[in-house]
C-alpha cells in the first residue's frame, strides 16, 4: 500500500451532492518514507485554524443534510 503525507494549505469549499461531502482544498502531498516500527497508513495534517473551520463547515453541511431527511428518521433511531 502507497501511504502519503497530505498538508492542507488552504481550505477553499465544502459542499454535499448526492449524499457525498465534497472538499475543496489546497494541499501539499508527498510520498511517505516507511519506517520499521510504522503503522502503513496515511497522514493528514492541516493548521488548528483550518480544523477549526473545517469543523465548523461540516457542522453545517451536516445539519443541511438533517434537513432533508424525513421527521421519523432525524431523532437518531433507526
Known amino acids: 500500500m502507497k501511504t ?3 498538508e492542507v ?3 477553499k469549499s465544502v459542499r454535499h451532492d448526492k ?3 465534497d472538499l475543496r482544498i489546497d494541499a501539499l502531498v508527498q ?3 516507511m519506517g520499521d516500527e ?3 497508513s496515511t ?3 492541516l493548521p ?3 480544523a477549526r473551520t473545517l469543523l465548523i463547515l461540516l457542522k453545517q453541511q451536516l ?3 438533517d434537513k432533508l431527511q424525513p421527521r421519523s428518521r432525524r431523532s437518531g433511531r433507526c
Do not use: F, T
Open 31 to 33: 510520498p511517505r518514507k
Open 63 to 65: 445539519a443541511e443534510l
Open 48 to 50: 488548528v485554524e483550518h
Open 43 to 45: 497522514s493528514l495534517q
Open 19 to 21: 449524499g457525498l461531502i
Open 38 to 40: 510504522e503503522a502503513a
Open 9 to 11: 494549505q488552504r481550505l
Open 4 to 6: 502519503y503525507d497530505i
